[in-house]
């Protein structure tokens, strides 16, 4: 017997539109898609940009309103004794599913994150084939959390991959700002830090792994370049008084969901995603002019 997670059933609030581009200067997602479920296609998504100090507060308010879009949720978690055993395939089909319908609102929003992305048209046009075959609710077959990442970096203004490798995988970004940190990358906008090292602010990004479960920036360091099952979220707030964190990251539970990461007493952040509390092991810092000084 063990103790495992029982993804709970989902809730989704009622979503909220996006706001006008005329009222905030965001193309929503679906800008970059065109025909309908199982007809889909994107183009890639030409970046923008925007002075470096509105990056980080467009940053954290995209993030908001695609969360507001998918209806506010919240990560919950559950735990009960289980049997061991199950395969890769049974602990997929565990994993919370949205509504036909819900799948169906959102499916150009996810595949507009996906054209930020070297790989998106080929992912979206694999992801025709599953539509066809399942239906409108079909889960995606890609997990598009990096590429929800990358279309928050790309909308909220940073335009170049030497400043943020928008990638469909968390590890591509990661290493980018370890390599930053090493002076490799002197044009990158995000530097990484082991948890607890600097001061957490909302746009940057705190990242764990699941396979490699990583502790720290060190270990992360030796397997460089090297594939590995990671997630990261953005910032939205900070309460130190309070012990928690709140991130809003792309594909939690299949949405684009808010979760509160508390601060043990050690100063460790912990993320709610095991009975133990997955460690960060990675804290993206979005550079401003004071630690760019401190690093040369």
């Known amino acids: ?30 800008y970059w898609v065109e025909g309908s479920i199982g007809e889909m296609s994107v183009s890639k998504a ?42 890769d395939n049974e602990r997929r089909a565990r994993r919370p599913r949205l509504s036909t319908e819900e799948s169906a609102r959102v499916a150009t929003s996810i595949a507009g994150y996906w054209s930020t992305t070297q790989e998106g048209e080929w992912i979206v046009g694999r ?14 077959r890609d997990a598009w959390s990096a590429a929800f990442i990358s279309w928050v970096m790309c909308e909220g203004g940073i335009d170049s991959s030497d400043e943020f490798r928008h990638a469909i995988a968390h590890h591509k970004y990661i290493d980018q700002a370890i390599r930053a940190r090493d002076g490799e990358e002197p044009q990158a906008l995000y ?26 920036l060190a270990e992360r360091r030796e397997q460089l370049g090297m594939g590995a099952r990671t ?28 979760k509160s990461i508390s601060i043990a007493e050690d100063g460790q952040l912990l993320s709610p995603v ?18 760019r000084l401190a690093l040369e």
């Open 1 to 30: 017997m063990q103790l495992i997670l029982l993804w709970p059933v989902i809730s989704i609030a009622q979503p909220e539109e996006r706001l006008p581009q005329a009222e905030f200067d965001v193309r929503p997602p679906f």
């Open 46 to 87: 030409q970046c923008r940009s925007f002075p470096a100090d509105q990056i980080r507060q467009r940053i954290v308010e995209i993030a908001i309103q695609e969360w507001s879009f998918f209806g506010s949720p919240e990560f919950q978690i559950r735990y009960e004794l289980e049997e061991e055993g199950l395969s």
């Open 127 to 140: 992801q025709n084939e599953e539509w066809k075959e399942e239906g409108e609710g079909a889960r995606w």
């Open 191 to 216: 530097i990484a830090y082991d948890a607890g090292e600097a001061e957490v602010l909302p746009g940057d990004l705190l990242c764990t792994g699941s396979r490699p479960q990583y502790q720290n």
């Open 231 to 258: 997630h990261c979220d953005i910032v939205i707030s900070v309460d130190y008084s309070a012990g928690v964190i709140e991130t809003i990251g792309g594909n939690v539970q299949s949405a684009v969901r808010m």
């Open 274 to 291: 095991d009975p133990e509390g997955r460690p960060v092991f990675a804290h993206l810092k979005l550079v401003d002019t004071e630690t």
